[in-house]
Nanobody
Framework: QVQLVESGGGLVQTGGSLRLSCAAS????????MGWFRQAPGKEREFVAA??????YYADSVKGRFTISRDNAKNTVYLQMNSLKPEDTAVYYC????????????????WGQGTQVTVSS
């Protein structure tokens, strides 16, 4: 069982930056691949980024602006978000999986409660 708690969301102007954190419980954090997803009002939840071992994956919409990283000693995964746009406004969720289909929502077994990111124009 893994429990995930996100933090770091907030209100930021267009072009600004935020760093989201996701703290995980348990002693086996390192065996999980971690992902970030987001859900905007009226839209489906979508993949943002994932990290597995030394590999990272990004949605085209955030590539070059967002960076996912993890600190296994702290049981934490991060999402550094730069050059934010109004269309990045959403609730951001972190998730954990031991599956290999990292871009697929259904692959993830554990989810946090989400943190709101609002980008003003």
């Amino acid at each position: 069982q893994v429990q995930l708690v996100e933090s770091g969301g907030g209100l930021v102007q267009t072009g600004g930056s935020l760093r989201l954190s996701c703290a995980a419980s348990g002693r086996t954090f390192s065996v999980y691949a971690m992902g970030w997803f987001r859900q905007a009002p009226g839209k489906e939840r979508e993949f943002v980024a994932a990290i597995s071992g030394g590999n990272t994956y990004y949605a085209d919409s955030v590539k070059g602006r967002f960076t996912i990283s993890r600190d296994n000693a702290k049981n934490t995964v991060y999402l550094q978000m730069n050059s934010l746009k109004p269309e990045d406004t959403a609730v951001y969720y972190c998730a954990a999986t031991q599956a290999t289909a990292l871009l697929t929502i259904r692959a993830y077994n554990y989810w946090g409660q989400g943190t709101q990111v609002t980008v003003s124009s």
